[in-house]
């Protein structure tokens, strides 16, 4: 839910406490406020999207996202869940095609891709990136999808092994019902996400020259190569915003409800907010100078409002951190108590910033299973009242909570 500021004099004297962010060339004062209104201004958010009318797009919906996994047949079903009683509303299935890569194995090249977060993540196939906390995959996984979880963004790894190309699936189809938006041999396209409307796949991509670049293709026709910005390579996964759409290259990225901040981290790169930036690229040392670290965070599970985040602790607790000074703040929440022998992770904020989810487990072990009494959590931000066990048949502790509408 968007939290309307408390006045322009708020916003001017915070505005004064942060500085711009990198290619940022308007006052202080403007880049607190955003954009000038106009035809051609950018919109921070995504909420200037219309969205067709679903389970998947109503308020007070939680929307999860499971692998399901068999001899023939691999896929993500994708549920909208009433979040006071746990009762199913709908499931949308996305079936895999077999040259999506959602593991990677030895003698081919590794694939970076959430995907393998959400349906390879074992032994045998570690994560593709450097983290595998939940705080870490969830937001890469939520940005596999548009606003309304109608399409879903694939890597397709080549017969030859190397080989990677973007493209997508739709919702309800059938193995054989996905577009790869490139065919060129020699492809290097890698971290495949939506836009927030659908209409295009974003992607990391090496050129021919060696040079590390963001790149998106059309998923309306055409299909051809729109050089986006520049990379820093395929260990960090992308995020794409707001309208027009625009990239970030890094982890624990949530937008703020105003659109106007974005959590994110990378390595070297110091802090934890940032500005919402006008073009497509990866943080870097510039943005690191202007941007609040949030103190004793760990892992970022999202905004409690527009001025406030709810972070893991390095005590294993979740606190409420002011955006601006970095200062927590209230009482921290206990998931699990000390001798529980478990540990608990954030997943996600509900939309009014109230609740949110944990999965408890054992430490380094998220085994798939059917979810046992307590696995998932619903708590209050504030500390306040008993945690809720989430109970769901359909649920297994690999699932990924990728939104509180």
């Known amino acids: ?201 974003w992607f990391t991509y090496i050129t021919a020259d060696g040079e590390r670049r963001i790149g998106s293709r059309s998923t309306e026709g055409g299909h051809r190569l729109s050089d986006e910005g520049p990379a820093i390579g395929h260990d960090l996964p992308l995020t794409v915003t707001g309208k027009p759409p625009r990239a970030v290259q890094a982890n624990m990225v949530h937008l703020a409800p105003d659109g106007r901040r974005l959590t994110a981290t990378a390595p070297k790169i110091y802090g934890h907010v940032f500005r919402t930036r006008e073009s497509s690229g990866p943080l870097t040392a510039a943005s690191g100078r202007s941007a609040t670290l949030l103190s004793g965070c760990v892992g970022i599970v999202g905004w409690v409002g527009d001025e406030r985040v709810l972070c893991r602790t390095q005590s294993a607790n979740f606190r409420t951190v002011d955006a601006r000074s970095g200062r927590p703040e209230g009482n921290a929440v206990a998931v699990v108590r000390e001798d529980d022998g478990r540990v608990a992770e954030g997943m996600l904020v509900s939309a009014d910033g109230e609740k949110f989810i944990a999965s408890v487990h054992s430490p380094n072990d998220r085994s798939g299973q059917p979810l046992g009494l307590g696995d998932f959590r619903v708590m209050s931000t504030s500390g306040e009242g008993a945690a809720v066990p989430v109970s769901a048949d359909s649920l297994t502790s690999d699932t990924v909570f990728l939104e509180w509408r």
């Open 1 to 201: 839910m968007l939290r309307a500021l408390t006045g322009r004099a708020a916003v001017l004297v915070a505005a004064l406490t942060v500085l711009c962010v990198q290619g940022c060339g308007t006052s202080q004062s403007e880049e607190e406020e955003g954009p000038a209104p106009g035809p051609s201004a950018p919109y921070w958010g995504n909420r200037g999207y219309p969205l067709p009318d679903s389970p998947f797009t109503r308020e007070d919906a939680v929307v999860t996202a499971t692998c399901s996994m068999g001899a023939r047949y691999a896929g993500v079903n994708v549920q909208a869940w009433d979040p006071e009683r746990w009762e199913l509303r709908e499931t949308r299935n996305f079936f895999l095609p077999v040259d999506a890569a959602f593991s990677n194995y030895p003698d081919v090249k590794d694939v970076h891709s959430s995907l393998v977060d959400l349906c390879g993540v074992s032994s045998d196939s570690p994560s593709p990136y450097a983290v595998d906390d939940l705080e870490y995959v969830t937001p890469r996984v939520r940005a596999l999808f548009d606003l309304a979880y109608t399409r879903m963004a694939v890597v397709l790894r080549d017969a030859d092994g190397r080989t990677t190309h973007a493209g997508y699936v739709e919702s309800g189809g059938n193995a054989d019902d996905f577009v790869s938006l490139s065919e060129a041999r020699g492809d290097d396209e890698q971290n495949a996400v939506m836009a927030p409307d659908g209409r295009s796949v």
